[in-house]
T-cell receptor
Framework: NAGVTQTPKFQVLKTGQSMTLQCAQD?????MSWYRQDPGMGLRLIHY???????DQGEVPNGYNVSRSTTEDFPLRLLSAAPSQTSVYFC???????????FGPGTRLTVL | GENVEQHPSTLSVQEGDSAVIKCTYS??????FPWYKQELGKGPQLIID?????GEKKDQRIAVTLNKTAKHFSLHITETQPEDSAVYFC???????????????FGRGTSLIVHP
């Protein structure tokens, strides 16, 4: 099992550009989520999904879009990148029955 | 929603000393409390967890305690080693049949520094 995979590992964007952060899991988990990590702020929830076709907003959803067409994939889209979106992004998948949550290795995004 | 407070934000200890990190939670529906270790440049990794039907759990040098009445739980690391240096996160979530979104809420993290 690969667990949770994320691509790319690093990305530099210019203000106003758009991009998609990819996330995939092979554990057949119903729940998937996106977090951003900033110094001193811990892990803040951006969006989450409780199953294919179902998504909801987390604590900091503005400027991000998600969709969940399959159980395995949960991409995060930045519609028009801003310097405030410079951060490290983590995707996670969770088993609702046990609560176990596994994280991907992260994507470090810099917006100039 | 759930709110998780974690203290301290930074903890510096000498090798061989014990380290304790404390968290409180607000939602009585939470019944699953994992702890994660994040090494530099990596994603958080689950190191130990505890469920609400248990008061304490140990795994070698690490242990977690849970006080449901007071809504707080703690991570204890004994005989600390330099490789224990990392950021540690606590989290709380409902799971199973307890209801809720099952998405964990995280504390802000504790940077543990173990000096050789």
């Amino acid at each position: 099992n690969a667990g949770v995979t994320q691509t790319p590992k690093f990305q530099v964007l210019k203000t106003g550009q758009s991009m998609t952060l990819q996330c995939a899991q092979d554990m057949n988990h119903e729940y998937m989520s996106w977090y951003r990590q900033d110094p001193g702020m811990g892990l803040r929830l951006i969006h989450y999904s409780v199953g294919a076709g179902i998504t909801d907003q987390g604590e900091v959803p503005n400027g991000y879009n998600v969709s969940r067409s399959t159980t395995e994939d949960f991409p995060l889209r930045l519609l028009s990148a801003a310097p405030s979106q410079t951060s490290v992004y983590f995707c996670a998948s969770s088993s609702p029955g046990t609560g176990l949550t596994f994280f991907g290795p992260g994507t470090r995004l810099t917006v100039l | 929603g759930e709110n998780v407070e974690q203290h301290p934000s930074t903890l510096s200890v000498q090798e061989g000393d014990s380290a304790v990190i404390k968290c409180t939670y607000s939602d009585s529906a939470s019944n699953y409390f994992p702890w994660y270790k994040q090494e530099l440049g990596k994603g958080p990794q689950l190191i130990i967890d505890i469920r609400s039907n248990v008061g304490e759990k140990k795994d070698q040098r690490i242990a977690v305690t849970l006080n449901k009445t007071a809504k707080h739980f703690s991570l204890h690391i004994t005989e600390t080693q330099p490789e224990d240096s990392a950021v540690y996160f606590c989290a709380a979530s409902p799971s199973g049949a307890s209801g809720g979104s099952y998405i964990p809420t995280f504390g802000r993290g504790t940077s543990l520094i173990v000096h050789p």
